[in-house]
């Protein structure tokens, strides 16, 4: 069984950071392209950053600069550092891991960032 669980989210003034976390079980991690997306009521969910099992990295546009993902493939976790937020960063954010075309989800963690 697939589980992917996210944990990092809360409340921060704009200018704040917050550390995502999202630790893997029931896949063989390395191998996996790992993400982290976002969704906001009533829009669709959106790529804000993933890593390829080579290291391999792209950032959505609005958050170049500001956000890293990074994965540490011994403790099955890939982390999303974000600095300098912005109230425009407000959404749940969700852990995929995809591979093939095959794509698992967390629940998904919330971040809210006051003005």
């Known amino acids: 069984q697939v589980q992917l669980v996210e944990s990092g989210g809360g409340l921060v003034q704009a200018g704040g950071s917050l550390r995502l976390s999202c630790v893997a079980s029931g896949i063989t991690f390395s191998l996996y392209t790992m993400g982290w997306y976002r969704q906001v009521p009533g829009k669709q969910r959106e790529l804000v950053a993933a890593i390829q099992n080579g290291d391999s990295i792209n950032y959505a546009d609005s958050v170049k600069g500001r956000f890293t993902i990074s994965r540490d493939n011994a403790q099955n976790t890939v982390y999303l550092q974000m600095n300098s937020l912005k109230p425009e960063d407000t959404a749940v954010y969700f852990c995929?891991?995809?591979?093939?075309?095959?794509?698992?989800w967390g629940q998904g963690t919330q971040v809210t960032v006051s003005s």
């Open positions: 995929n891991a995809r591979r093939y075309g095959v794509g698992f």
